[in-house]
C-alpha cells in the first residue's frame, strides 16, 4: 500500500500556527498557510491575499481579522 506523505524538507521547525483563507471570507479558497508563529501566518498570508485575491492594501481591520482566524495547534 502507497501512502502519500510529503518530505519534511518544507518543514522548519514548529509550524504550530495555521490559517485557512476560506476562514477569512474566500470561501472556495483551499490555501492554508503555515508557520512557527502567528507572524509569519500572516505574512504569508498577506502575500496570498495580494497575489490571489487581488487585495492590494491590506488594512489593520483585515489584518486582525485574519490574526484572529489564525490557529494554533499544540
Ligand atoms: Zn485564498
Same mark, same amino acid.
Given at each position: 500500500?502507497?501512502? /502519500?506523505?510529503?518530505?519534511?524538507?518544507?518543514?522548519?521547525?514548529?509550524?504550530?500556527?495555521?490559517?485557512?483563507?476560506?476562514?477569512?471570507?474566500?470561501?472556495?479558497?483551499?490555501?492554508?498557510?503555515?508557520?512557527?508563529?502567528?507572524?509569519?501566518?500572516?505574512?504569508?498570508?498577506?502575500?496570498?491575499?495580494?497575489?490571489?485575491?487581488?487585495?492590494?492594501? /491590506?488594512?489593520?481591520?483585515?489584518?486582525?481579522?485574519?490574526?484572529?482566524? /489564525?490557529?494554533?495547534?499544540?
Amino acid at each position: 500500500m502507497a501512502t /502519500i506523505t510529503k518530505p519534511d524538507s518544507t518543514n522548519k521547525g514548529n509550524e504550530n500556527y495555521s490559517f485557512r483563507c476560506a476562514d477569512a471570507g474566500f470561501t472556495g479558497c483551499s490555501w492554508e498557510a503555515k508557520g512557527s508563529s502567528p507572524d509569519e501566518v500572516l505574512q504569508k498570508a498577506e502575500q496570498h491575499g495580494r497575489e490571489q485575491h487581488n487585495l492590494t492594501s /491590506i488594512d489593520d481591520q483585515t489584518r486582525d481579522k485574519v490574526r484572529s482566524k /489564525i490557529r494554533h495547534a499544540a
